[in-house]
């Protein structure tokens, strides 16, 4: 029998692979950007993964490439650009998933923003932004006050997140919000400003268990490209037990019933508010941090979940194992990807660290300010997150990604 994936996150795919396997299930990949996979597919047997090329952006061709799979019995959708697609082809084909109207609510920020301000679960009240090039920066202080985010209600990997502290901020917001590629529309929101979180969870009929939190070092103001993740993040146990607790209200209050979740904290002078809910499990390599510092493959998970099943990781006892950190290596400009430096000496450092590409030589790269720019992913391990995050943070700068700029 067989369990199809739509795309997937740039890693994940071979814990992916070897937990469907684990369950006598075959996995197939249907995807359009196979090298984006080819670093993970390596490390697989040939033929573990039935890889069926399509165009994953068109809706029609992949219900009839699912269509094709005579013995499919389950579909995995955990992404951010196809997370919709999915769960309505599931409900289309008759397989086990989670209500498309749930996930079309979450990957709309700002209808979550309203639905929680509603339910006094956040304190936020969104403001549509309708047309960039004419508000003002007085309609923005009336409206959600300074400093003000305004962001792409169906954005991902922190793209298109304007912050918006004067005329300057403003200026840019306009100039660049001008020609953005959209997924949704503009919202405003007030900047939370505080340490970020993710909290990392997993939910079967209503109840909710909180694996861990990762934490998350930015850049400096005003952009909000991620840089640093690690996990798990060591708060006191009655810190853990509560924001478990308000993460279940979060989702139940969202009608989110049978999915992992990626729930973005500030951790504000009023504790912790909400950023966003993400419907999947965190990006980057939140999953590779889980599966290692938990001692369990989470990806187990997302099966149990594919076929209907209550997940055995919403009970197990989970052994744990060493704690991690990654850091995201980004070249210093945009241009074509040349050359990454300095991989060979990461041997020497502790936290046994290790590079996990994500873009190939020659790659153009013309973003360096959020999630889309980065060409890879140094990681390392320790008996802490906060040791883990020294031991990535040094080994990371060994290594150098170079670029040429286009003449």
Not at 21 to 32: D, M, P, Q
Not at 139 to 148: D, E, F, I, N, Q
Not at 273 to 294: D, S
Request: charged content about 20%.
């Amino acid at each position: 029998m067989t369990i199809a994936c739509i795309e997937m996150l740039s890693f994940g795919l071979a814990h992916l692979a070897r937990a469907a396997h684990s369950c006598s299930e075959r996995l197939a990949l249907l995807t359009g950007v196979e090298p984006l996979y080819l670093h993970e597919l390596a490390t697989l047997p040939p033929g573990t993964i039935d890889v069926i090329p399509v165009d994953t952006h068109d809706r029609q061709a992949v219900g009839k490439a699912l269509r094709a799979i005579g013995d499919l019995r389950g579909l995995i959708s955990s992404t951010d650009t196809w997370g919709v697609t999915g769960a309505e082809l599931a409900a289309e084909l008759g397989l086990p998933g989670i209500d498309p109207a749930t996930i079309r609510l979450v990957r709309d920020k700002a209808r979550v923003r309203d639905l929680l301000h509603r339910r006094n679960l956040s304190r936020v009240v969104p403001f549509p932004v309708d047309d960039a090039a004419t508000v003002s920066l007085d309609r923005l202080a009336s409206a959600v006050g300074l400093p003000a985010v305004v962001k792409d209600t169906a954005g991902t990997s922190s793209a298109n997140v304007w912050l918006v502290r004067d005329a300057d901020d403003l200026a840019r917001l306009r100039r660049e919000a001008t020609d953005a590629a959209l997924f949704g529309s503009l919202f405003a929101e007030p900047f939370l400003p505080g340490p970020v979180y993710s909290a990392e969870t997993v939910t079967w009929a209503g109840q909710t268990r909180l694996l861990g939190l990762s934490s998350r070092l930015m850049s400096a103001q005003p952009w909000f490209r991620e840089d640093v993740t690690a996990f798990p993040v060591a708060l006191p146990p009655d810190e853990l037990r509560e924001i478990e607790a308000w993460a279940g209200a979060v989702l139940a209050a969202l009608g989110y019933t049978d999915r992992f979740a990626h729930i973005e904290i500030a951790m504000t002078t009023d504790g912790p508010q909400l950023i966003e809910v993400n419907p999947r499990i965190g990006g980057a390599l939140v999953g590779e941090a889980m599966c290692r510092a938990l001692g369990v493959n989470v990806y187990a998970g997302l099966v149990d979940l594919a076929l209907g099943r209550r997940p055995r990781l919403l009970d197990a006892a989970l052994p744990g194992g060493p704690a991690v950190a990654f850091v995201l290596a980004y070249p210093q400009r945009a241009g074509e990807l040349v050359a990454v430096q300095g991989i060979d000496d990461l041997h020497r450092y502790p936290g046994r660290p290790r590079w996990y590409p994500t873009k190939a030589i020659g790659t153009r790269i013309a973003h360096v300010a959020d999630g889309r720019g980065y060409a890879g992913i140094v990681l390392a391990e320790g008996p802490t997150a906060e040791i883990a995050t020294h031991r990535a943070v040094a080994a990371a700068g060994a290594v150098h990604v170079r670029t040429r700029q286009s003449c």
